[in-house]
């Protein structure tokens, strides 16, 4: 085992598997074919992956790796065209940043952007952009600094979600909007919350993920609010037909989270 290996080895991380596993093209020939289509990376594929617990099919893309929501999340940003076609520089500030986003948003020459997480460590993309280390319950930046924040599957994660919030508010351009989603149990008005729940174990039976902290209900966008911002419910996905849907890997139930901050 070499050095790079052992590295490797000491963070099992989701991020650092899916990065070794794009690196070694196993499964890009595995899953030859052109069934499916990843949006983000263009690539072309038998089926995506199956995964997630539980066990979803056509799921995670071969080459990049990504998600049903990031997929999403990609064509909907590039369905709105102003990050990547405007010609004023936007400050970006992203949260546990998903390889192919840190990617495409590093090479972007009108954004000014700030990929972060709380153990930047485990990014491991090799790109020029570093990602900074931020607490997002305290982040480090003045007042009014960024124009687009993206802050994907983090919040569930924070004891102290309503102080997230507040800070992702703080940090924000009046004018300025990000997209914060979650996952969502839309069977369940009222997020449940239980902090004397502390084992991965228990976590995961009551929350549905062993680094989960709370499952969020219809009320997700309501938590949001408090915070300030103004919250839009997107159903961009219902624009896709049900060929569509399968063909790029897409979550019919997904709801894109929009918030803006007027002032």
Same mark, same amino acid.
């Given at each position: 085992?070499?050095?790079?290996?052992?590295?490797?080895?000491?963070?099992?991380? /989701?991020?650092?598997?899916?990065?070794?596993?794009?690196?070694?093209?196993?499964?890009?020939?595995?899953?030859?074919?052109?069934?499916?289509?990843?949006?983000?990376?263009?690539?072309?594929?038998?089926?995506? !992956?199956?995964?997630?617990?539980?066990?979803?099919?056509?799921?995670?893309? /071969?080459?990049?790796?990504?998600?049903?929501?990031?997929?999403?999340?990609?064509?909907?940003?590039?369905?709105?065209?102003?990050?990547?076609?405007?010609?004023?520089?936007?400050?970006?500030?992203?949260?546990?940043?998903?390889? !192919?986003?840190?990617?495409?948003?590093?090479?972007?020459?009108?954004?000014?952007?700030?990929?972060?997480?709380?153990?930047?460590?485990?990014?491991?993309?090799?790109?020029?952009?570093?990602?900074?280390?931020?607490?997002?319950?305290?982040?480090?930046?003045?007042?009014?600094?960024?124009?687009?924040?993206?802050?994907?599957?983090?919040?569930?994660?924070?004891?102290?979600?309503?102080?997230?919030?507040?800070?992702?508010?703080?940090?924000?351009? /009046?004018?300025?909007?990000?997209?914060?989603q979650a996952p969502i149990d839309f069977s369940v008005k009222k997020t449940y919350e239980d902090f004397s729940i502390t084992t991965p174990e228990g976590r995961a039976i009551a929350f549905g993920q062993r680094d989960h902290v709370r499952r969020y209900g219809l009320d997700y966008k309501n938590r949001l609010e408090k915070a300030g911002f103004k919250v839009t419910l997107d159903d961009f996905v219902t624009?896709?037909?049900?060929?569509?849907?399968?063909?790029?890997?897409?979550?019919?139930?997904?709801?894109?989270?929009?918030?803006?901050?007027?002032?």
């Amino acid at each position: 085992m070499n050095v790079k290996q052992a590295i490797f080895k000491s963070l099992p991380n /989701p991020v650092v598997s899916r990065y070794l596993d794009y690196k070694s093209g196993k499964e890009i020939k595995k899953y030859k074919g052109v069934g499916v289509e990843c949006p983000a990376c263009g690539s072309t594929f038998r089926i995506f !992956i199956p995964a997630g617990n539980p066990l979803r099919e056509n799921v995670k893309c /071969p080459k990049c790796g990504s998600f049903e929501r990031g997929r999403l999340m990609w064509l909907y940003l590039k369905d709105l065209n102003n990050l990547f076609e405007s010609h004023a520089t936007i400050k970006l500030l992203h949260f546990a940043p998903e390889r !192919i986003f840190y990617e495409k948003f590093s090479k972007l020459q009108n954004l000014e952007y700030t990929p972060c997480d709380l153990c930047p460590e485990k990014y491991v993309f090799g790109g020029k952009v570093k990602v900074t280390k931020v607490d997002i319950t305290k982040i480090p930046f003045d007042n009014r600094t960024f124009d687009f924040i993206f802050c994907s599957h983090v919040l569930e994660h924070i004891p102290d979600d309503a102080l997230a919030m507040s800070e992702l508010y703080r940090v924000m351009k /009046p004018g300025g909007w990000g997209v914060f989603q979650a996952p969502i149990d839309f069977s369940v008005k009222k997020t449940y919350e239980d902090f004397s729940i502390t084992t991965p174990e228990g976590r995961a039976i009551a929350f549905g993920q062993r680094d989960h902290v709370r499952r969020y209900g219809l009320d997700y966008k309501n938590r949001l609010e408090k915070a300030g911002f103004k919250v839009t419910l997107d159903d961009f996905v219902t624009k896709f037909s049900a060929e569509e849907l399968f063909r790029y890997g897409l979550d019919k139930k997904e709801m894109i989270y929009r918030c803006d901050k007027i002032e």
